[in-house]
């Protein structure tokens, strides 16, 4: 029997919940039920928990440091016990394990008496065991960015999840922004044969320099001439999928909404394409004109004229 806080990987200084950690981790780690058919890990449970029942206990952990016992809890120099002694014996049938608590005077009972408590084992299973029910692995939530464009094409994007497991994620053409993508067992691990849960891929699409998303519509600020917005005219304008002709009506004022319709965010789930909503911005000239000026005081002195009337 190896020395128990090597077997446990825990120094002699740590605590009794250190020493109570370390075993929880290994025990489950190593236990039958998780490694069916590999007798190496049994045997490892069976030495992590014999550990346990000398470290668990602070007067076996004392004895034992003051050198009065050795690693399987027996009196130097005795060798009374045969090497089936502690909490966990092998079965003679299965070749699994059984539990073994002499509660008759050994001090290795349930607390009160000292040495390894089954409580501690149990809780690691929810209080069942080896017949604890199956239990599906919990959902993994990741989000990945993607661009306008490819929102609109469909794309690939790769993502790391929390478990350091990469996937390749397909992205379908006409995407919403947050969306979620369901990826089938590939969550975190299930429990006692459960099923493992799956990764819930949220898509978020990319600020663009000039398109704005709303649902499956597009906004777009269109800036227009003086003389577009009063003559009217036909001008070119960007979409999702290059560009189109669009005719300005004549005395169109600033902020006005011209829509195009279908180019938006193409049709996809069964939902139909979204619309493109063309905002009219009037840019003057950067250069002064004074020709324009001069116009414009004319229009002042003679043409005089509230557009905030409406405000109150």
Same mark, same amino acid.
């Given at each position: 029997?190896? =020395? ?17 950690? +370390? ?13 069916t058919g590999d007798p190496k890990a049994?045997?490892?449970? +069976? ?21 009065? !016992? %050795? ?17 966990? *014996? ?48 919990? %959902? !993994? ?25 990469? @996937? ?8 919403? =922004?947050?969306?979620?993508? *369901? ?15 799956? +990764? ?12 704005? !998303? ?15 917005? !009063? ?27 011209? *829509?195009?319709r279908g180019k938006g965010i193409p ?27 001069? @116009? ?17």
């Amino acid at each position: 029997m190896r =020395d128990p806080y090597s077997v446990l990987g825990v120094g002699k200084s740590s605590s009794a919940d250190d020493v109570k950690k +370390a075993f929880r981790k290994l025990a489950k780690k190593y236990h039958p039920d998780q490694n069916t058919g590999d007798p190496k890990a049994q045997e490892r449970f +069976a030495e992590v928990s014999s550990a346990y029942e000398i470290l668990g206990d602070e007067k076996k952990r004392a004895q034992f440091d003051r050198g009065e !016992i %050795d690693a399987e809890g027996k009196p130097r120099g005795f060798e009374g016990f045969g090497a089936g002694a502690g909490p966990f *014996r092998r079965g003679a049938g299965d070749g699994g394990f059984n539990f073994d608590f002499d509660v008759g005077g050994g001090g290795r009972g349930p607390r009160g008496g000292g040495g390894f408590d089954p409580g501690d084992f149990f809780d690691l299973f929810g209080g069942r065991g080896r017949q604890r029910a199956a239990q599906r692995g919990a %959902d !993994i939530s990741e989000t990945v960015s993607i661009s306008l464009t490819d929102a609109v094409r469909g794309t690939s994007a790769r993502v790391v999840l929390p478990t350091g497991k990469q @996937l390749d994620v397909a992205i379908p053409a006409g995407i919403e =922004d947050g969306k979620t993508i *369901r990826l089938k067992g590939q969550g975190h691990a299930g429990q006692g044969g459960g099923p493992p849960g799956d +990764a819930m891929i949220i898509v978020r699409i990319a600020r663009h320099p000039f398109f704005r !998303i709303e649902g499956r519509d597009v906004r777009l600020d269109l800036p227009i001439t003086l003389y577009e917005a !009063i003559l009217g005219g036909k001008v070119e304008v960007p979409t999702l999928t290059g560009k189109v002709e669009l005719s300005v009506p004549a005395g169109s004022n600033g902020g006005r909404i011209l *829509r195009l319709r279908g180019k938006g965010i193409p049709a996809a789930d069964g939902k139909p394409a979204g619309d493109l909503l063309i905002a009219l911005r009037i840019v003057l000239p950067d250069a002064p004109s004074a020709e324009l000026e001069d @116009l414009m005081r004319h229009w002042q002195a003679n043409r005089t004229y509230d557009p905030r009337k409406d405000l109150g």
